[in-house]
């Protein structure tokens, strides 16, 4: 057998090992070294060589990348629930859903996705999106005594038609393909329109086969909300908030103006939202709020970095081992229709690497030239690789999962399925849809 199979079976076995030990509750960071270990002893490599010159460099790269947006994410999020804000818009979209008689659940959901969708589509990250809308969905789930883990349903708006269906994404997700292929980010619009409907329609499904399921089990917030309630700071919880809603949205506002329309970084776009929430609630009590708010911020940084830094730890090492280049190699030797070839290499780069950009740049770089060759319009080329990239990204090891997990005290066991049928499920149907569509003749 040779040395590259024997590095993809140990690629292989440590993957499934990931997934089972996230399962079972073990600690992300120690299932990761572990799982690294298994890579390492498969691929003929030292382990602490791995551990040392893989798998840290990631590790402190992911950590020195991502800790100011993070902290500021953390802090923003604790600024508007300091002030009320996050309650309030709470509290508005719990009596905007409770119109919906007979439904109120399902559009309490389908407002947080909604929420999420705006935030990710005007080009927030994920990670950013998590701490910015934990704050909101934790009283606006309480209020409807809808089950906690159906919070992962959110990534209908955020990890779905947002990043790589509807054209004009800001997300990397549909920016890597404009590298390759000289497109834009509007690419093939209503192929990726028709697309997003359809994908939207088989979430929203799945939200409402599990509420069924939920009523007739007789569950509410709690349990999985249980864990989330025992760490939740309730000094500042109230019987309710009622603030001016515009108000309340303001610091929102400011963020993706600033953003999107100044164009500056992440952590300066949240700090100068954060300085607003402060100052158009409470000015009087900024050092205060500030003193507790950093302190909350830089706990719950550490927690969700430690668990994204880990799981990118691990990416790093099985992207340094022959496995993986055997795994790149092999993907130019698909056979099938030109659409089948792009869905499954793209896919299955997404998957090993655990991230829908870094798989899709991966996979590209070896196949784009032969992807331009296959005799798929460019533009529907774009849309198909991008929507392609948001399947597999998606399975346990994913850093955005461990932090959404670790941030929102779920487990695994109780919340992943949501993520797996709509950020998996969905996605990769879609793509298979898309790919129809572009066989068909749709292609603009």
Known sequence: MSPEVLSLIGILLAT???????????????????????????????????????????????????????????????????????????FALARLAKKFK?????????????????FSYGGISVFVVTFTVLYIAKDLFQQLNIPWHLYTCGAIGSSTFT???????????????????????FAAP??????????????????????????KSGEGFEPTGTALLQSWDKSKDVQEYNLPLLKCLFPSIVLFVVLNVVKAPAEVSLACATAVSYLIFEPKNILKNLKNGALTAVQNTNTALVAL????????VVASVAGFDYILSALDRIPGPPVVQVIIAINV???????????????????????????????????LCAMSSVGLDTLPHSSALANTFYMCKLSYKDAYINNFMISVVCTLLTAIFGGILITLGLTF
């Open 102 to 118: 007979g439904h109120e659940k399902l559009a309490g959901v389908l407002c947080l996705a909604a929420i999420q969708a705006v």
């Open 309 to 316: 830094a880990s799981a990118t730890g691990f990416g790093g």
């Open 190 to 215: 209503v192929l990726g329109c028709i697309c997003a409907v359809f994908c939207l329609t088989l979430c929203v499904a799945w939200v409402v086969f599990q509420l069924r399921r939920a009523e």
């Open 16 to 90: 499934a090992f990931f997934i089972l030990a996230i399962f079972k509750g073990y600690h992300v960071t120690v299932v990761s070294i572990i799982a690294v270990a298994i890579v390492a002893l498969f691929s003929g490599v030292n382990v602490m060589t791995s551990l040392t010159e893989a798998y840290m460099p990631r590790f402190a790269g992911a950590y020195s990348s991502y800790f100011l947006m993070f902290f500021f994410s953390a802090l923003f999020a604790k600024s508007l629930g300091d002030v009320g804000a996050a309650q309030s818009i709470a």
């Open 349 to 383: 780069a997404a998957g090993f690497s655990a991230s829908s950009s870094t798989g899709q740049r991966l996979a590209l770089e070896m196949l784009g030239t032969r992807f331009m060759g296959l005799g798929i319009p460019i533009g529907a080329l774009h849309r």
């Open 163 to 185: 990043v790589a269906m509807l054209p004009g994404s800001p997300q990397l997700t549909n920016l890597v393909p404009m590298e390759f292929f000289g497109t834009d980010a």
